[in-house]
């Protein structure tokens, strides 16, 4: 039921920096890293019926297993146990390798739409699917008032989900120039500087409280902030990667004493072939263009440790490193 591809175009994640730097979801030794790619089918097994050697695939950095019962139950993200969908540098070496493994094969892989920019599939695999997750966690509806806080690649594509969702105001936070040109351009209507002050003080000082607030950066304070801004029935996603402390902090008052109907969903981004392929099909219609988070490109497998190191240093310019192989 499995492949073997060979990887075309890589990035590296925020996550990789928090598994080798931060040791965040615990010690793993001897793991090859990364969960993004785009590849070419090298070889298949025998019971592998949509995929042949030689197809280029969008690879999901989640490849649940299909048939477990977490995914009959409809978080296949977590198919074997908590987040054991994500396997890639987690559970078995990962992408950044001469060749790498696919569990599932026709439940985990997708053709590459043809004509697609490899900087854009590559974007499918992660950035996407979490920023646009955030965005599905949080319930966006049309009309809603959005805080996105984080405008890394993941919380720019935040941004864009939660535009193509029908939020109003989407207030941006974030202070990267780059990072904040692009949000603009994908929809953001209101920057949030956090270097200038409290984010829930400016938040609500322009809104008097938002519908939804999707997290996809922060501190230990965020979920602090984020209860404070959120009106109530509203609702938090957070897509965030929480990689210190051992406790979350709710205020209690902010909350309504714990009766506020403020919620909060947070999430593994879903893998799996439709959501690929659907995902893909925002970018082949022009709905979608993720190619633009992409900031530094490298070529070659010696490319990969630049492109890790830039991630873990995050330069003014950076949003998103790619690469090509
Ligand atoms: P980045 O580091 O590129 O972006 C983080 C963003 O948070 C930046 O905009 C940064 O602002 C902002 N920020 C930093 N500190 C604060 C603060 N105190 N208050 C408010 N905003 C702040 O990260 P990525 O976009 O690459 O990734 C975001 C997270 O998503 C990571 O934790 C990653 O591990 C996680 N992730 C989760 C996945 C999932 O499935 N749930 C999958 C993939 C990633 P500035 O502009 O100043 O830098
Ligand atoms: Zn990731």
Redo the contacts with the bound molecule.
């Keep these: 039921m499995d492949a073997i591809c060979r990887p075309i175009a890589l990035a590296p994640?925020?996550?990789d920096i928090?598994t080798v730097w931060s040791g965040s979801i615990g010690e793993r030794f001897d793991l090859v890293l990364g969960h993004e790619a785009v590849g070419e089918v090298v070889e298949v097994g025998a019971l592998v019926r949509d995929f042949k050697p030689g197809d280029r695939v969008l690879v999901a950095?989640v490849t649940p297993d299909w048939s477990s019962r977490e995914a009959q139950a409809g978080f296949a993200m977590h198919s074997g146990g908590l987040l054991g969908g994500w396997k890639f540098s987690n559970s078995k070496d990962g992408v950044f390798a001469e060749f790498f493994h696919v569990n599932d094969a026709d439940g985990n892989l997708a053709l590459l739409p043809a004509g697609m920019d490899l900087a854009a599939a590559c974007m499918l695999s992660?950035m996407v699917s979490?920023g646009l997750?955030g965005v599905e966690l949080a319930g966006v509806e049309f009309g809603d008032t959005v805080a996105v806080?984080?405008?890394?690649?993941?919380?720019l594509m935040s941004v864009a989900g939660a535009a193509i969702h029908g939020a109003s105001e989407i207030y941006a936070?974030?202070?990267?120039p780059n990072?904040v040109a692009l949000a603009r351009e994908y929809g953001a209507t209101q920057i949030i500087d956090?270097h200038v002050g409290d984010?829930a003080d400016q938040i609500l000082a322009l809104s008097g409280g938002v519908d939804r607030v999707i997290v996809?950066?922060?501190?230990a304070k965020?979920f602090v902030q984020a209860v404070q801004m959120v009106k109530p029935g509203g609702c938090i996603g957070n897509?965030?990667?929480l990689d210190e402390g051992d406790h979350v902090i709710f205020p209690r008052l902010e909350w309504g004493c714990g009766m506020g109907n403020k919620s909060v969903h947070g999430?593994?981004?879903p893998g799996g072939r439709l959501r690929m392929e659907k995902l893909a099909s925002l970018v082949v219609t022009g709905r979608l263009d993720p190619a633009r988070l992409v900031t530094h490109r490298f070529t070659g497998i010696e490319g990969v440790e630049q492109a890790v190191m830039l991630m873990k240093d995050?330069p003014s310019d950076l949003i998103k490193p790619l690469v090509l192989l």
């Design positions: 994640c925020t996550s928090h950095a992660d979490t997750y806080v984080g405008i890394g690649p993941v919380g936070v974030g202070s990267r990072c956090y984010i996809a950066g922060g501190d965020t897509v965030n990667y999430g593994l981004m995050k």
